[in-house]
């Protein structure tokens, strides 16, 4: 089966730029959505199509994706963003949705 | 506004049964596939099922195929989800979340809880 990998924590301060990796075999091939989750709540969608924003979401989030990595980047951090964030993607081989492990985002 | 609004769960022993349902409002639910996702406690998202828009086509993680079984109603914008023989690992909150054009999950409901425990 199909499998992602992502770092499980990612620090950064505020004003500044997280990067968050989500590895997967020839992933470039695939099409990955990011979500973020803060505690308590449901997750929401803030990357779809490896680099599309839905209403609503700040500019300051983007994606990328090529080769084996995909990347959430988040520009001009702010506390707010402090919240744990999964990649996924649908594997057609398998017919299944794949989550990616998770990346908790501390701000400092 | 698009809702969804899951409900059914609780606690249940091990081997026991139980019914989740997802109730749909504000879109066409009969024009999308819709998935269930379960996050047990302290751990990522696992996705769980999927069922085409007709109730057609049906995917399984490996984990529950045989045990649980999703299905929907269009004619009341439900899905659910039956899980039978249920396990101590099968204890998380259930999400129904709706499926885009490129696969994401545009909405997600709140989530119900799922107890597995004597």
């Known amino acids: 089966s199909y499998v992602l990998t992502q770092p499980p924590s990612v620090s950064v301060a505020p004003g500044k730029t997280a990067r968050i990796t989500c590895g997967g075999n020839?992933?470039?091939?695939?099409?990955v959505q990011w979500y973020q989750q803060k505690p308590g709540q449901a997750p929401v969608l803030v990357i779809y199509y490896d680099k599309d924003r839905p209403s609503g979401i700040p500019e300051r989030f983007s994606g990328s994706n090529s080769e084996n990595t995909a990347t959430l980047t988040i520009s001009r951090v702010e506390a707010g963003d402090e919240a744990d964030y999964y990649c996924?993607?649908?594997?057609?081989?398998?017919?299944?949705?794949?989550f990616g492990g998770g990346t908790k985002l501390t701000v400092l | 506004e698009v809702q969804l609004v899951e409900s059914g769960g609780g606690l249940v022993q091990p081997g026991g049964s139980l019914r989740l349902s997802c109730a749909a409002s504000g879109f066409t639910f009969s024009s999308y596939w819709m998935s269930w996702v379960r996050q047990a406690p302290g751990k990522g998202l696992e996705w769980v099922a999927n069922?085409?828009?007709?109730?057609?086509?049906?995917n399984y993680v490996v984990s529950v195929k045989g045990r649980f079984t999703v299905s929907r109603d269009n004619a009341k914008n439900s899905l659910y989800l039956q899980m039978n023989s249920l396990r101590a690992e099968d204890t998380a909150v259930y999400y129904c979340a709706r499926e885009q054009q490129v696969y994401e999950f545009d909405f997600w409901g709140q989530g119900t809880l799922v107890t597995v425990s004597s």
């Open positions: 996924h993607v649908w594997d057609s081989s398998s017919d299944h949705h794949v």
């Open positions: 020839n992933i470039g091939s695939k099409t």
């Open positions: 069922i085409k828009q007709d109730g057609s086509e049906k």
